[in-house]
């Protein structure tokens, strides 16, 4: 990591970033299993290198497993209850809650050397969850799941940002983290290059042409509009009633669509810009 400036707070953060990027060693230098070279690092306000109270206030899933593999399910979770400071009883009775959350429920009681993929990454995440934690750190926890397993996880994911938890979940996969949330920080090379709302990214890009499509009855008197205002690259027709302009101006592009609709000289039912999404957005950011 090389000059990382960044600030996360409640709700659902997602850190993206190709395979080798830097986010796997963002989330050790938060859990103190890194000593920053340089610089601070706080979370809720205590140095993860030197406080033991970070362990408290947080929950990780790491990439990568590390199980007692002879161990049920449930007693991994009880044994990592027991770690965080809780008697039998209440450990036990943590550990069931955690499990059932993260819909494990049926396979508890079966050694952990019999899971799959997904079962194991569910149960990585109740261990997380077990002390109640009120922040979560989460690297690439959809990895292994099928597509239920996705869904599940998003919604839980979701459930754990509503209740005021902060999560920072890693992940190669850009549209499911799209999916999740618009707050999110790009990170490539083990520099941020930036962060923020995926909107708000999107305006940093300067002089990247927009791609603006337009649904109308009449797409060629649009796109004789269009085509006569400086800022527009290129417009086509990709098939009948739409338009595709591309433009540095989308602002200038909105204010015509809408002049000439409310003087009648032509109808646009539907407008979309194509690639407002985080694909574009990271293309655009990675360029060398």
């Known amino acids: 990591m090389n000059q990382v400036s960044l600030r996360i707070g409640p709700g659902i953060t997602g850190l993206l970033g190709p395979n080798g990027a830097g986010k796997s060693t963002l989330l050790k230098l938060l859990t103190g ?23 408290r206030l947080t929950g990780y899933c790491p990439d990568t497993d590390s199980f007692y593999e002879e161990l049920s399910g ?16 209440e450990g036990r009775r943590r550990a069931q809650e955690a499990i059932e959350r993260v819909g494990m ?17 569910r149960i990585k995440l109740a261990a997380a969850l077990v002390h109640d934690p009120t922040v979560l750190l989460l690297d690439e926890p959809l990895n292994g799941l099928d597509v239920i397993g996705r869904r599940d996880f998003l919604r839980l994911f979701r459930a754990l940002g509503a209740e005021g938890r902060t999560l920072l979940v890693s992940s190669h996969i850009l549209h499911e983290i799209e999916s999740l949330t618009q707050d999110i920080a790009l990170i490539h090379h083990g520099r941020v290059l930036a962060d923020g709302a995926i909107g708000e990214i999107r305006l940093l890009i300067e002089n990247q042409p927009l791609t603006l499509q337009m649904t109308t ?3 060629r008197e649009v796109g004789r509009e269009l085509a006569a205002m400086e800022h527009i690259y290129s417009v086509t027709y990709p098939e009948p009633g739409l338009v595709v302009a591309r433009t540095v101006r989308p602002d200038a592009v909105y204010e015509a669509l809408q002049a000439g609709a409310m003087e009648g000289r032509f109808e646009v ?4 810009a194509l690639d407002d999404n985080l694909d574009a957005v990271f293309s655009y950011l990675v360029k060398e």
């Open 269 to 272: 039912n539907g407008l979309l």
């Open 74 to 89: 449930l007693d991994f979770i009880v044994l990592m209850s027991r770690l965080a400071g809780m008697g039998p009883a």
């Open 217 to 219: 009855p009449k797409p």
């Open 33 to 55: 299993q890194l000593k920053p070279g340089s610089g601070t690092v706080r979370v809720a306000g205590h140095d993860p290198w030197r406080s033991p109270d970070v362990f």
């Open 105 to 121: 429920a049926p396979h508890m009681n079966r050694r952990i050397r019999g899971y799959s993929k997904g079962m194991r990454q």
